[in-house]
């Protein structure tokens, strides 16, 4: 354990550093109230003489809590370094050499005047006693942590770390924007998330008011609209967070998190956006919609396809979607999307009717992508009790759309070439995807996959109805036996393949030797539609219709299957005796009863 400052001839303080109190390696501050402690650290589990740090954590925290960094682009390589105040007033990281790690490059004073404070709120203060005025902040100069008492504005950054033990600047950076009243995550200098005012409908990533009211240092700077959002987080308070055990902190991977600290549970999480990759500035890119709970998270929007399908299939979504055909001029038509939150800029009109608003979309000639209308019945808007029917009009490229399942907002109708409709590349309802498969073996092999499921089932049967009229004498015991040999091996691959898609090793069932000749994420296709097309339940399976579209179309959604079935009927058939059929869009059954 590290040695507390103790107090000397020269009358030094646990919490302060003067001009004659040098900080060593092995000792540390202790704020007044035993709030933060502050010394040399080393973020990593290997030997002390590794990267040295000067830091302030949560005293006592165990692990080390740290919520800021002195030298983190400069570290020590060896446990020989001071901190103290240099003959020019400022703060300053010395190594054996007095060499300079870092230091706070305020104006220079007699050295005497200044003394640095480590204060209960965690900030370290140097002041200069002849003004009495503090010359420089370590909350004016943060990592990646945000306290209480700081003031998110346009000059104040919070940086990450490159990683949980690398104090050294990360690719993040969280950012007050003021006059749009939002926040920004950068990544590396790009725009990676922002927040978003509350909007009557189809809301953004608005931040909760007690986080507002925290980054604004509880002033009334930032106004707050009423939230539609239904949020968890929308019953959460200043009163309900301590907030002297609380931290707003940049991680890593580029998430801002709030952490609250109680004397049962310790740290816990308990806000953070983005919440999954779909909050991201456009991941999807334009006309894409995203979806976190599939597996293949992005995809074009009916009567779309993939700007640049190498690079879709690699997983760069952000080039995004374009239309199929165009549909002006010409006929169009509208697919609609249900629950689904938009980030592009809408437009407001007037409408009496969902028809009208229809009639208002189609009037912008072909400048309209989308509308939405929504009745004042089931209007979204909160604290508004005189809600009238809304029609709203996207004009620009539809961005950051995500398929919301919660939410109890009105639809998205998109507007597409009726021809695409006519060919089948999507629905009215948004049901139906692109036909012009990129790779046409996907198609080719899908179907002739289920044609041979189909030719084998059939081939069983005959042969077993052929062995019964053959030999009527032995057919129970015929029948039982092919039955029993068709259902033990398609049974075994059934069970297989639902086990590995449960353990999500699909790619498993695949010959390892193949591997540098097939694309994932077409296999993973294949493997999702058979499984669908084998649900326990019959009406979960997908007409051989829908399995065309699912396997020729680039952008298909498609759903977890559920568990799989596979039975056998041994008795009569419910049907007429005198006929047989398979139906593939029932459970799969193999009758072997006689005229």
């Not at 300079?100 to 209960?120: G, Q, Y």
């Not at 100069?141 to 490159?162: A, R, V």
Request: net charge positive; charged share 25%.
């Amino acid at each position: 354990m590290s040695k507390r400052l103790k107090s000397s001839a020269m009358k030094k303080t646990l919490d302060t550093i003067t001009v004659d109190s040098l900080l060593k390696d092995g000792e540390t501050l202790v704020s007044a109230g035993n709030r933060f402690e502050l010394g040399f650290f080393n973020p990593t589990k290997r030997s002390e003489g590794n990267r040295r740090y000067v830091g302030i954590w949560y005293y006592n925290s165990n692990p080390r809590v740290v919520v800021w960094v002195a030298n983190r682009d400069n570290p020590l390589p060896v446990s020989t370094g001071v901190f103290r105040i240099a003959d020019d007033g400022n703060l300053k990281i010395l190594d054996a050499n007095g060499t300079v790690h870092w230091d706070t490059k305020c104006e220079k004073s007699p050295p005497l005047s200044r003394v640095a404070k480590l204060m209960d709120s965690g900030n370290l203060v140097l002041t200069d006693d002849r003004s009495a005025m503090s010359s420089w902040e370590s909350f004016k100069q943060p990592t990646d942590t945000f306290l209480p008492g700081m003031k998110m504005d346009e000059t104040l950054n919070l940086t990450s770390w490159i990683s949980q033990d690398y104090p050294a600047i990360g690719d993040f950076t969280f950012k007050a924007v003021l006059a749009d009243n939002q926040y920004q995550i950068l990544r590396k200098y790009l725009p990676y998330w922002e927040s978003g005012e509350a909007r009557k409908f189809f809301t953004e990533d608005e931040m909760p008011p007690f986080i507002t009211r925290i980054l604004s240092n509880l002033s009334q700077n930032l106004t707050v609209k009423p939230s539609n959002s239904n949020s968890p987080f929308d019953n959460l308070t200043i009163d309900t967070i301590d907030l002297n055990n609380s931290r707003l902190t940049i991680n890593s991977t580029g998430q801002i998190q709030l952490w609250s600290k109680d004397k049962v549970k310790g740290w816990s999480l308990i806000w953070w956006k983005p919440r999954d990759r779909c909050g991201l500035i456009n991941h999807c890119g334009n006309f894409g919609i995203c979806n976190s709970s599939n597996k293949l998270e992005c995809t074009c929007l009916p009567g779309f396809v993939p700007v640049s399908p190498e690079n879709w299939d690699s997983g760069d979504y952000t080039g995004g979607c374009q239309r199929i055909s165009k549909f002006c001029p010409g006929k169009d038509t509208f697919s609609s999307l249900k629950k689904v939150k938009v980030k592009s800029e809408y437009s407001e009109v007037p409408a009496t009717n969902e028809t009208d608003c229809l009639k208002q979309c189609r009037n912008t000639n072909c400048q309209c992508q989308a509308y939405s209308y929504d009745e004042a019945k089931n209007s979204t808007r909160r604290g508004d009790p005189q809600s009238t029917t809304t029609c709203l009009l996207w004009i620009e490229d539809l961005k950051g759309i995500q398929e919301e399942y919660g939410n109890d907002g009105p639809d998205l109708h998109v507007r597409v070439a009726a021809s695409d409709t006519e060919n089948g590349n999507t629905t009215q309802d948004g049901g139906g995807y692109p036909k012009r498969g990129r790779k046409k073996w996907t198609l080719i092999v899908g179907v002739t996959v289920a044609g041979v499921m189909i030719l084998s089932s059939t081939t069983v049967y005959f042969y077993l109805r052929r062995k019964t009229v053959e030999r009527q004498e032995n057919r129970e015991s015929i029948r039982q036996n092919m039955a029993a040999r068709f259902y033990d091996s398609a049974r075994h691959v059934k069970d297989l393949a639902w086990r590995l898609w449960q353990e999500d090793k699909a790619l498993d069932i695949m010959d390892q030797k193949l591997s540098p000749s097939f694309n994932k994420i077409e296999i993973l296709k294949c493997i999702n539609v058979g499984l669908l097309c084998v649900q326990e339940d019959p009406n979960d399976r997908p007409t051989m219709s829908n399995v065309v579209i699912m396997l020729g179309s680039e952008t298909a959604t498609l759903t977890t299957p559920k568990r799989p079935a596979f039975v056998i009927r041994r008795g009569p058939s419910t049907s007429a005796s005198s006929s047989s059929k398979l139906d593939i869009n029932s459970e799969l059954t193999v009758s072997l009863t006689g005229r």
